[in-house]
Nanobody, 121 residues
Framework: QVQLVESGGGLVQAGGSLRLSCAAS????????MGWFRQAPGKEREFVAA????????QYADSVEGRFTISRDNAKNTVYLQMNSLKPEDTAVYYC??????????????WGQGTQVTVSS
């Protein structure tokens, strides 16, 4: 079992930045592919970014490529999402996720409770 707790959401103006954090507890953090998903009002939940076990490989949705950066600190059991050049369409609840394998990273086993990000125009 892995418990995930997000923090760092809030209200920001378009063009601004936010950094989300996700603290993990439970089983060995470094054994999991960590990721971020988001869900905007009235829309389906969508993949945002993922990072492999050692942190040397990442993947991003086209909509955030070049603006968002995912990273992890296995010593602190924490994964981060640095969000720059934010747009109103980035407004959503952001969820931290954990998957035991690459094959399951788009259908993660573990989810945090979510943190709200609101970008004003």
């Amino acid at each position: 079992q892995v418990q995930l707790v997000e923090s760092g959401g809030g209200l920001v103006q378009a063009g601004g930045s936010l950094r989300l954090s996700c603290a993990a507890s439970g089983r060995t953090f470094s054994a999991y592919v960590m990721g971020w998903f988001r869900q905007a009002p009235g829309k389906e939940r969508e993949f945002v970014a993922a990072i492999m076990w050692s942190g040397d490989s990442t993947q991003y949705a086209d909509s955030v490529e070049g603006r968002f950066t995912i990273s992890r600190d296995n010593a602190k059991n924490t994964v981060y999402l640095q969000m720059n050049s934010l747009k109103p369409e980035d407004t959503a609840v952001y969820y931290c996720t954990g998957s035991p394998t690459i094959a399951t990273m788009f259908s993660p086993r573990y989810w945090g409770q979510g943190t709200q990000v609101t970008v004003s125009s």
